[in-house]
């Protein structure tokens, strides 16, 4: 029997560790979606960690070659952007933003759009002025662009100590996973063949959606921008990385960016150039349902496309552009998880009545 003291003891014990805990994790809340990235790629990468550790047990070697291609596929672009808004900014301090070449190209677009839409108006018997004026709505325009490329370069210093922190914390979890997973067994949360059940769903819904995200959205992305570049869109970069970034969203995806740019070419004039995006549009939407079903099996096909998009929509809302990445996840480990638990529950409360819930239910 445990005396009075002990209990105590005990209490002071627990209230000390929560004090402790609570003002550790208050030190990192400040990178909180960094390290959140960094334990989404840590455990996507742990299925093909485990893979090469049946030959080899070098995962230090692993982490340096992870580190190389996520750096050439952040940094370099990064860099890329940074340059052409520093020169950007450059070239109008000395000639005004209506006067430079890519408004200019702009306004034109613009106003071949206005004749095309008052020409409908027209014909509907609508009133014409309600189109905003070209001169109007880009004397409007380049402020904002201004203050956006300004903002974006003030806010460097944040991105790259997100970019460190997120590089470090990936580094201690891919190569201290076994000694997390000690930690996590001595702690006695959860019985062993459930933390394991909870660290392979985590696992592997990571797992799924880096593959799904990095490899068909560079695929498509890779798609969109050659085609547009091949049909008159010179734009490669910026292309492809609104492509990459709009190919996350479920519904949406990547084959609207070549129907808009399809659209502007026919609105230029230029039908070859927009029937041939078209055809560009149909292959990048279609590449998902191509290459899932190889990838995937059935049961590991996801969530209902609406609900995905709307778990996304509240993810980048609360922490941003990440959030193309951490909603997905949340969503998918949720679904996996919550009837095995609620099974769990009831099975603890109601000995003899538990629920036969399938594991792989799906909203």
Same mark, same amino acid.
């Given at each position: 029997?445990?005396?009075?003291?002990?209990?105590?003891?005990?209490?002071?014990?627990?209230?000390?560790?929560?004090?402790?805990?609570?003002?550790?994790?208050?030190?990192?809340?400040?990178?909180?979606?960094?390290?959140?990235?960094?334990?989404?790629?840590?455990?996507?990468?742990?299925?093909?960690?485990?893979?090469?550790?049946?030959?080899?047990?070098?995962?230090?070697?692993?982490?340096?070659? +992870? &580190?190389?291609? #996520? *750096?050439? @596929? /952040?940094?370099?672009?990064?860099? =890329? !952007?940074?340059?052409?808004?520093?020169?950007?900014?450059?070239?109008?301090?000395?000639?005004?933003?209506?006067?430079?070449?890519?408004?200019?190209?702009?306004?034109?677009?613009?106003?071949?759009?206005?004749?095309?839409?008052?020409?409908?108006?027209?014909?509907?018997?609508?009133?014409?002025?309600?189109?905003?004026?070209?001169?109007? +709505? &880009?004397?409007? #325009? *380049?402020? @904002? /662009?201004?203050?956006?490329?300004? =903002? !974006?370069?003030?806010?460097?210093?944040?991105?790259?100590?997100?970019?460190?922190?997120?590089?470090?914390?990936?580094?201690?979890?891919?190569?201290?996973?076994?000694?997390?997973?000690?930690?996590?067994?001595?702690?006695?949360?959860?019985?062993?063949?459930?933390?394991?059940?909870?660290?392979?769903?985590?696992?592997?819904?990571?797992?799924?959606?880096?593959?799904?995200?990095?490899? /068909?959205?560079?695929?498509?992305?890779?798609?969109?921008?050659?085609?547009?570049?091949?049909?008159?869109?010179?734009?490669?970069?910026?292309?492809?990385?609104?492509?990459?970034?709009?190919?996350?969203?479920?519904?949406?995806?990547?084959?609207?960016?070549?129907?808009?740019?399809?659209?502007?070419?026919?609105?230029?004039?230029?039908?070859?150039?927009?029937?041939?995006?078209?055809?560009?549009?149909?292959?990048?939407?279609? /590449?998902?349902?191509?290459?899932?079903?190889?990838?995937?099996?059935?049961?590991?096909?996801?969530?209902?496309?609406?609900?995905?998009?709307?778990?996304?929509?509240?993810?980048?809302?609360?922490?941003?552009?990440?959030?193309?990445?951490?909603?997905?996840?949340?969503?998918?480990?949720?679904?996996?998880?919550?009837?095995?638990?609620?099974?769990?529950?009831?099975?603890?409360?109601?000995?003899?009545?538990?629920?036969?819930?399938?594991?792989?239910?799906?909203?």
């Amino acid at each position: 029997m445990i005396s009075k003291t002990e209990k105590i003891y005990s209490t002071s014990r627990i209230l000390l560790l929560v004090v402790l805990s609570i003002l550790t994790l208050v030190l990192f809340v400040p990178f909180a979606t960094p390290m959140l990235l960094a334990c989404f790629v840590a455990l996507g990468c742990e299925p093909v960690i485990k893979k090469i550790n049946f030959k080899s047990k070098k995962r230090k070697y692993f982490t340096l070659g +992870l &580190f190389v291609i #996520l *750096s050439t @596929f /952040i940094l370099v672009p990064l860099v =890329l !952007f940074i340059f052409r808004i520093a020169n950007g900014l450059k070239s109008l301090s000395t000639e005004s933003m209506q006067n430079s070449q890519f408004f200019k190209a702009l306004l034109d677009l613009w106003g071949k759009a206005q004749d095309f839409g008052s020409n409908l108006m027209q014909q509907a018997g609508l009133e014409q002025n309600i189109i905003p004026q070209k001169e109007e +709505l &880009f004397s409007k #325009l *380049s402020p @904002f /662009i201004m203050d956006k490329a300004t =903002l !974006f370069l003030g806010s460097l210093p944040d991105l790259i100590l997100s970019l460190f922190v997120f590089f470090c914390v990936l580094f201690v979890l891919i190569t201290s996973a076994s000694t997390i997973k000690r930690t996590l067994l001595k702690a006695n949360l959860l019985p062993v063949s459930e933390l394991d059940n909870i660290l392979h769903s985590f696992q592997t819904s990571c797992h799924m959606i880096l593959i799904s995200t990095f490899l /068909i959205g560079a695929l498509q992305a890779v798609i969109v921008a050659g085609g547009s570049l091949i049909f008159g869109f010179h734009e490669f970069f910026l292309i492809f990385v609104v492509t990459f970034f709009v190919s996350f969203i479920p519904v949406i995806g990547a084959g609207p960016v070549a129907v808009l740019l399809a659209l502007i070419a026919f609105l230029m004039g230029n039908t070859g150039d927009g029937i041939g995006l078209v055809v560009v549009s149909v292959i990048a939407g279609t /590449i998902d349902n191509v290459i899932k079903p190889f990838v995937f099996s059935k049961d590991e096909e996801g969530l209902h496309p609406v609900i995905s998009l709307l778990g996304i929509i509240g993810a980048i809302i609360i922490f941003g552009l990440p959030g193309l990445l951490i909603g997905p996840f949340l969503l998918q480990v949720t679904v996996k998880l919550a009837p095995a638990l609620i099974e769990k529950i009831s099975a603890t409360f109601n000995p003899g009545h538990g629920i036969d819930l399938d594991s792989d239910t799906k909203l």
